[in-house]
């Protein structure tokens, strides 16, 4: 298994903006956060979020279909490779998620876009104190953070069984435990 030194390398190949990088900081974070809720491998569910998005910023046409090759070229296997492929499941591939670790990166991807552009709309720039409450609103409101798209996430909520409430709360959670973290990144 490669090593999350070389997978961080991996990503700034091919993605150079500060966003991209932090996203996937961030989606790696939120999965080893529920990788250790559930007693899964915290290391390979990190891994899979840290990577989740490798082909986007070069290839935006290519979409979870660069990936494969891109992956597959660093050594990775298949099942790693559909993981990172399932979380464009309806919008830029057809591998649908099955495994509960495919299922909510399905779900969070989407999902910690709009926290983190909540989080840079409040007076302290952070998730910290954010309430479920709070994002609900913004959640609603089709205008804000019109990129992150609602459907995926409720249908990532509906695959995993879950209310909203619970996949908003669990995943505010898990961005606060590591903002720090994302944001001492390249310091």
């Known amino acids: ?14 993605n150079k903006e500060d966003f991209h990088i932090r996203h996937g900081l961030t989606v790696e974070a939120v999965m080893r956060y529920f990788a250790e809720k559930y007693g899964y491998d915290p290391e390979y569910w990190g891994l899979v979020g840290l990577l989740h998005d490798i082909d986007f910023e070069m290839y935006p046409e290519e979409h979870c279909q660069k990936a494969p090759e891109l992956l597959k070229d660093a050594g990775l296997d298949d ?26 990166l399905f779900a969070v991807d989407e999902l910690t876009g709009l926290i983190g552009a909540y989080a840079l709309m409040r007076p302290s720039k952070s ?3 954010m309430e479920i409450k709070s994002l609900k609103k913004k959640f609603k409101d089709k205008k804000f953070a019109a990129g992150c798209s609602r459907d995926v996430i409720r249908q990532g909520a ?8 619970e996949l908003f709360g669990e995943t505010i959670c898990a961005m606060q435990q590591s903002e720090q973290q994302v944001n001492e990144y390249g310091v």
Not at 1 to 14: G, N, P, S, V
Not at 81 to 102: A, K, T
Request: with cysteine; glycine share 8%.
């Open 79 to 104: 099942d790693f490779i559909r993981s990172v492929c399932s979380h464009g499941y309806g919008l830029c591939s057809d591998i649908q998620p099955e495994h509960q670790m495919e299922k909510i």
């Open 158 to 165: 509906e695959m995993l069984g879950w209310e909203l409430d």
């Open 127 to 129: 998730v910290q104190g």
């Open 1 to 14: 298994m490669i090593t999350r030194e070389d997978t961080l390398t991996l990503l700034k190949q091919y």
